[in-house]
């Protein structure tokens, strides 16, 4: 028989009830589906249909608890009279597409899953590949290929580093970026001022239109501004006390709304508000 072991480097000798239904669950899914699509391909060698097929190998497989880390074996047959058995060519397909998968998980190209669509590995494979990684698809796992006797080759690891089913999991989805925030502006006198610990530092009120992406968004208004520093709340102090105009510019927040400022996003006029 050719093994396919799954190991993963959870630091317990045991687990959840759900995280291990979830892993023999994909793992089933996984050896399934991978028979699907060879027996798909070749099934007049082997059954009178493809169902037939991947039933019957299902059926002669085992599935064995790994000891001492957390993972299980899963022994494919091989049939000495059969040139090309199924129980192998699933194991080739699982290997081929682990492999693939894993390597556009960490190319640079932003094509690399595009890519292997093109290759004919199927979204299928990646999704149930994410799922060997546990709950929240962070852990660390590997696939190794342990081949049988009668038809030997060279045994082969696919190691999925920590957080790989994340990447998977996005690298099968475009995913948009997400939209930049609105920029705000508001220029007028300081009204107000907040150094309060409980309840927010280094707020003030500008009476002042707000401006949001370069749209004014109402009439004149208290508009409350939080500085973010210390430097920028003495330097709205001196502009209280002598009645100076100040321009906070920063990213939009709160309703109402009000605004954050940014690096170097509030300067103090050298006029005085009338």
């Known amino acids: 028989m050719d093994i396919i072991a799954y190991r993963t480097q959870a630091d317990r000798g045991s687990i959840t009830l759900p995280a291990g239904t979830r892993t023999i669950l994909a793992v089933r899914d996984l050896i399934t589906f991978c028979a699907q699509e060879v027996a798909g391909e070749s099934h007049s060698t082997h059954h009178d249909t493809p169902d037939s097929a991947v039933g019957a190998l299902l059926e002669r497989s085992l599935l064995t608890p790994s000891e001492g880390v957390v993972g299980l074996d899963i022994a494919l047959p091989i049939d000495a009279d059969d040139p090309d058995p199924l ?59 342990h081949w049988s006797w009668l038809m030997p080759r060279r045994d082969v690891t696919v190691q999925f580093p920590p957080g790989a089913g994340e990447r998977i999991r996005r690298g099968g989805r475009r995913v948009e970026p997400a939209p930049l925030p609105p920029v705000g502006v508001v220029e007028g ?46 330097a709205a102090i001196t502009a209280h006390r002598n009645g100076h105009t100040v321009r906070a510019v920063g990213t939009v927040t709160g309703s109402p709304a009000g605004i954050n400022v940014t690096a170097a996003g509030f300067t103090v006029a050298d006029r005085t508000q009338m």
Do not use: C
């Open 189 to 234: 006198p300081v009204i107000s001022l907040s150094d309060d610990p409980s309840s927010g530092r280094w707020h003030i009120k500008v009476r002042g239109v707000l401006v949001v992406d370069g749209a004014a968004t109402g009439r004149t208004r208290l508009v409350n501004v939080s500085l973010g520093d210390s430097t920028n709340y003495e």
């Open 87 to 145: 129980g192998r060519l699933t194991a080739l397909r699982l290997l081929h597409g682990s492999t693939a998968v894993r390597h556009a998980a960490y190319s640079s190209d932003d094509d690399a899953f595009e890519q292997i669509l093109r290759q004919g590995i199927s979204p299928t494979s990646g999704e149930v590949l994410a799922e060997l990684a546990g709950p929240g698809e962070t852990l660390a796992f590997e696939l190794g290929f």
